[in-house]
Nanobody
C-alpha cells in the first residue's frame, strides 16, 4: 500500500512560481513510477510530468510537451518526497494537482496509476 500526500498549492500571480511536494510512504521510488497530473475545472485529469528510477539508481524524468522548460520534477530519497517546481505560471495552469504512483514505467494515462494523493489546488491569477 502506498500513501501519497500533496502540499504546496496556493494562489499566485501569473509569472510567479510554486513548488509542490508529494510525500510518499515506504520505499516508493525504488519500486514505483511517480507522476504529477492536474485537473483543470471542468476538464479531465492530464499528465504533467513523471519520473522513474532504474535499477542502477538513475532517474529518468519526462514531461508533457507544454510543460517543458517551465516545470521540473525531482525527488528527495531521504525524505521520500517528490517535487514539482513550476515557474512562469499562467492562468491556464490553474488546476488541482495530483501525484500518482504505479508499478512499471511512467505513462500519461491517469487510469494506469494505482495510487493517488488527495490533490492540492493551484490558482493562477492574471
Amino acid at each position: 500500500q502506498v500513501q501519497l500526500v500533496e502540499s504546496g498549492g496556493g494562489l499566485v500571480q501569473a509569472g510567479g512560481s510554486l513548488r509542490l511536494s508529494c510525500a510518499a510512504s515506504g520505499r516508493t521510488f525504488s519500486r514505483y513510477a511517480m507522476a504529477w497530473f492536474r485537473q483543470p475545472p471542468g476538464k479531465e485529469r492530464e499528465f504533467v510530468a513523471g519520473i522513474r528510477r532504474d535499477y542502477t539508481g538513475v532517474y529518468y524524468p519526462n514531461y508533457a510537451e507544454s510543460m517543458k522548460g517551465r516545470f521540473t520534477i525531482s525527488t528527495d530519497n531521504a525524505k521520500n518526497t517528490m517535487y514539482l517546481q513550476m515557474n512562469s505560471l499562467k492562468p491556464e495552469d490553474t488546476a488541482v494537482y495530483y501525484c500518482g504512483a504505479r508499478e512499471g514505467t511512467v505513462t500519461v494515462v491517469s487510469t494506469n496509476y494505482e495510487y493517488w494523493g488527495q490533490g492540492t489546488q493551484v490558482t493562477i491569477s492574471s
